[in-house]
């Protein structure tokens, strides 16, 4: 094997991991009853959180060792400062194939020529409800109407666009039909994904009233959804519908029945890396780069780090002992 193939991150599964979401910060301008409590958390320092040079030396390490996609998230990527500077410099790390954003939308619409610009890959969009109300009430925030500029924006400027809208019991289930609806003359991928009990409430979930499995039968119920080829290492499963121009997935996040494939790590806003999404983090790499390990250290670090991936979500979970921090703090 040679050093190169020896530096691949190759999980204690045999899962190749090329696929890193890496959370900028933790602070939010919403406040998503599924995401964190109506006061907001206790936002870290600037000095805990990742400066922008030791989020680009990470991500080029991670590059040289086959990270091919990074996915930018938070938080909110948009309320920290010099966002569009670090994108530009994030997108020429040679060796990096693809950039994308998950974003709630609020600030983005403007930005829209600029991330075209830079060459961002895809947006994904969250956008639990299309109804102002029910908008407000998961949000606690009145912004319906910016993020829906985000989305004609994006439209208008031919990024790529993926709404997501988690389902909630009692709070948006009348949302599912309108937002398949979107697909039928937007090209749009609409993605509906169990709630998961990351809402900073340090509570266990036991269970959820809308599985992957019962979205999929409403929804059956009022289109023809037929099965589609899911991309490699696919979280979610994908549908057409017969005169629609986009399509629709739904994304078993609480059910887990995708962790076979999985081929991702993330990185939080204070540097811990997390192997799954329901693990407490298999180290801290900022403070590795802190303390001015050479990259063949940080590589080394990362590699035993993979090496202690769970086989799923579920023995993830396990092991952290049903810990369940804000998803703003994990990275959505």
Not at 17 to 22: A, G, P, Q, S, T
Not at 132 to 144: G, H, K, P, S, Y
Not at 325 to 332: K, Q, R
């Amino acid at each position: 094997m040679n050093n190169k193939a020896a530096q691949l991150l190759i999980d204690n599964h045999g899962r190749v991991i090329d696929y890193l979401r890496l959370a900028v910060t933790d602070r939010c301008n919403l406040r998503c009853a599924y995401c964190m409590p109506a006061e907001g958390l206790d936002w870290l320092s600037r000095k805990e959180i990742m400066s922008y040079d030791e989020m680009l030396r990470l991500c080029s390490v991670l590059i040289e060792m086959g990270i091919k996609k990074i996915r930018i998230t938070g938080g909110e990527p948009f309320v920290r400062k010099d966002m569009l500077h670090f994108l530009t410099q994030l997108s020429q790390l040679p060796g990096l194939q693809q950039l994308n954003i998950t974003t709630n939308g609020v600030l983005t619409a403007p930005l829209m020529p600029r991330l075209k610009e830079i060459g961002i890959g895809s947006i994904n969009l969250s956008l639990d409800t299309l109804d102002r109300r029910r908008f407000l009430a998961i949000t606690r925030r009145d912004e319906l109407d910016a993020v829906l500029r985000t989305l004609e924006a994006a439209l208008k400027h031919g990024l790529p666009l993926k709404i997501n809208a988690v389902v909630m019991d009692g709070k948006n289930i009348e949302d599912i039909v309108p937002l398949v609806t979107l697909t039928k003359e937007l090209p749009v991928t609409v993605r509906f994904i169990e709630e998961m009990p990351f809402n900073g409430m340090g509570r266990e979930q036991l269970g959820i009233a809308w599985d992957y499995r019962r979205i999929l039968g409403l929804i059956s119920k009022h289109f023809n959804i037929q099965k589609i080829q899911d991309p490699p290492a696919s979280t979610s499963l994908n549908y057409s519908i017969p005169g629609h121009t986009g399509t629709v997935g739904v994304i078993p996040a609480y059910t887990r029945s995708f962790c076979g494939t999985c081929n991702r790590i993330r990185v939080t806003p204070d540097g811990s890396v997390k192997t799954c999404l329901y693990d407490v983090g298999a180290l801290n790499i900022k403070d590795l780069l802190r303390m001015d390990y050479s990259n063949e250290q940080l590589k080394s670090a990362l590699m035993q780090a993979s090496r202690k991936k769970a086989a799923t979500g579920r023995e993830a979970e396990a092991r952290a002992a049903n810990s369940h921090p804000s998803m703003a703090s994990i990275g959505g």
